[in-house]
């Protein structure tokens, strides 16, 4: 079945830590985002992509970094510059133009 | 920028009562709308969406949705609520530049027996 595939599903960090959300995807979509969701706020954009070694910063950029290699694949990194990382990532994806995005289970990330 | 404003970050309905949730979004050209909704701990799914056509958009579980364009807003309505209801509800809009989302803060519906 096509889909989006976040993991792990549940991750653990400690301080000073660099760590890297994977989300893959077989939908054969262009285009690529990565949202952070914490309670009462929504959902963030932090990094997308339009196409394969391109991407752009969304609203909430420091302290992530991202890669598009492959069509299907889209890590995020969450480095030890962010500030507060403890939060759901959810990766999502689309076609070109108006259309839906497709999301994933999420990652929920917990720095101890 | 484009925003999404969802009135009422929670919302309580009795079982088989009406279901509203509210969408205003601010767009300078025709928009393209989506409702999506969260079980917890999960990503969201997709209940409806408005491209073009038809105002009065119908979804999955009963769930539909009318664009107003006078009243820059997108509601979210289901005549008899069902205790399965119960979830997290999100606006979105696509950009005006097409390449991303805006979503609304989210309302959390609670379905009462």
């Known amino acids: 079945d096509g889909g989006i595939t976040q993991s792990p599903k549940y991750l653990f960090r400690k301080e000073g830590q660099n760590v890297t959300l994977s989300c893959e995807q077989n939908l054969n979509h262009d285009a690529m985002y990565w949202y952070r969701q914490d309670p009462g706020q929504g959902l963030r954009l932090i990094y997308y992509?339009?196409?394969?070694?391109?991407?752009q910063k969304g609203d909430i950029a420091e302290g992530y970094s991202v890669s598009r290699e492959k069509k299907e694949s889209f890590p995020l990194t969450v480095t030890s510059a962010q500030k507060n990382p403890t939060a759901f990532y959810l990766c999502a994806s689309s076609k070109q133009g108006n259309t839906e995005a497709f999301f994933g289970q999420g990652t929920r990330l917990t720095v101890v | 920028a484009q925003s999404v404003t969802q009135l009422g970050s929670h919302v309580s309905v009795s079982e088989g009562a009406l279901v509203l949730l509210r969408c205003n979004y601010s767009?300078?050209?025709?928009?393209?709308l989506f409702w999506y909704v969260q079980y917890p701990n999960q990503g969201l799914q997709l209940l409806l969406k408005?491209?073009?056509?038809?105002?009065l958009v119908k979804g999955i579980n009963g769930f539909e949705a009318e664009f107003k364009k006078s009243e820059t807003s997108f509601h979210l309505t289901k005549p008899s609520a069902h205790m399965s209801d119960a979830a997290e509800y999100f606006c979105?809009?696509?950009?005006?530049?097409?390449?991303?989302?805006?979503f609304g803060p989210g309302t959390r519906l609670s379905v009462l027996p």
């Open positions: 992509s339009q196409i394969v070694n391109d991407f």
């Open positions: 408005y491209t073009t056509g038809a105002t």
């Open positions: 767009s300078s050209v025709p928009p393209y």
């Open positions: 979105a809009v696509r950009s005006l530049s097409g390449q991303n989302f805006v």
